[in-house]
């Protein structure tokens, strides 16, 4: 598509509820970056993937986040039994190289999926 | 660790007025600096970047120069219009290796007529 697709636009869940976001990268970049924003906060990285690479997860909160990603297509994040610290908005942005080898850090973001935990 | 500090908001201004926002950082090494700005409902974007010291980097009429100095690559615009009303993120590069970008909190600019 023309720019990062993410849904649902907006996620209203109850405690211990698992949800599951979606990100839908420009075509042919290689690299997608998960981040997540609490309200006052800045951006959170989570996790990056690049190609068929092992993804870099070391900025999962929890064992209760994952993500997947297959080749250079769409990727979810998980949130299972998700708590009230978990309500935030979460960003998916993809770049056709990764930060490391680039250097210019154009990254391209969705607008991203406001999840509530009730 | 790496990380940006940026001036919190929200910023106010008439139309025409200067704007500055300020960013300061804490880095090991090099980085490169960048300023994103996220429009209402929209994604954020790139807005400009400088990939060393003394570079100035320049785009729609706003310039940061990057501060060794004085940690800093504050936001500069001489006279800002309506349509610049966004929240604005300050981001650098993290240390060789790394394969994220650290982010600011966003400083919400709000230009009134």
């Known amino acids: 598509g023309a720019g990062v697709s993410q849904s649902p636009s907006n996620k209203v869940t109850e405690k211990g509820k698992d949800v599951e976001l979606r990100c839908d990268p420009i075509?042919?970049?290689?690299?997608l970056y998960w981040y997540r924003q609490r309200l006052g906060q800045g951006l959170e990285f989570l996790i990056y993937?690049?190609?068929?690479?092992?993804?870099?997860k070391s900025g999962l909160p929890s064992d209760r986040f994952s993500a997947e990603r297959t080749g250079e297509s769409v990727s979810t994040l998980t949130i299972q039994r998700t708590q009230q610290e978990d309500s935030a908005v979460y960003l998916c942005?993809?770049?056709?190289?990764?930060?490391?080898?680039?250097?210019?850090?154009?990254?391209?973001f969705g607008e991203g999926s406001r999840l509530t935990v009730l | 660790g790496d990380s940006v500090t940026q001036m919190e908001g929200p910023v106010t201004l008439s139309e025409e007025a200067f704007l500055t926002i300020n960013c300061t950082y804490t880095?090991?090494?090099?980085?490169?600096l960048f300023w994103y700005v996220q429009y209402p409902g929209e994604g954020l974007q790139l807005l400009l970047k400088?990939?060393?010291?003394?570079d100035k980097g320049s785009n729609k009429g706003f310039e940061a120069t990057y501060r060794k100095e004085t940690t800093s690559f504050h936001l500069e615009k001489g006279s800002v219009q309506v349509s610049d009303s966004a929240v604005y993120f300050c981001?650098?590069?993290?240390?060789?290796?790394?394969?994220?970008?650290?982010f600011g909190t966003g400083t919400r600019l709000t230009v009134i007529p």
């Open positions: 942005a993809s770049s056709s190289r990764s930060v490391r080898e680039m250097g210019t850090g154009e990254l391209f």
């Open positions: 075509s042919g970049h290689t690299a």
């Open positions: 993937f690049q190609g068929n690479s092992a993804p870099d």
């Open positions: 880095a090991t090494g090099y980085p490169s």
């Open positions: 400088a990939t060393k010291a003394d």
């Open positions: 981001a650098l590069s993290g240390h060789q290796g790394a394969n994220n970008l650290f």
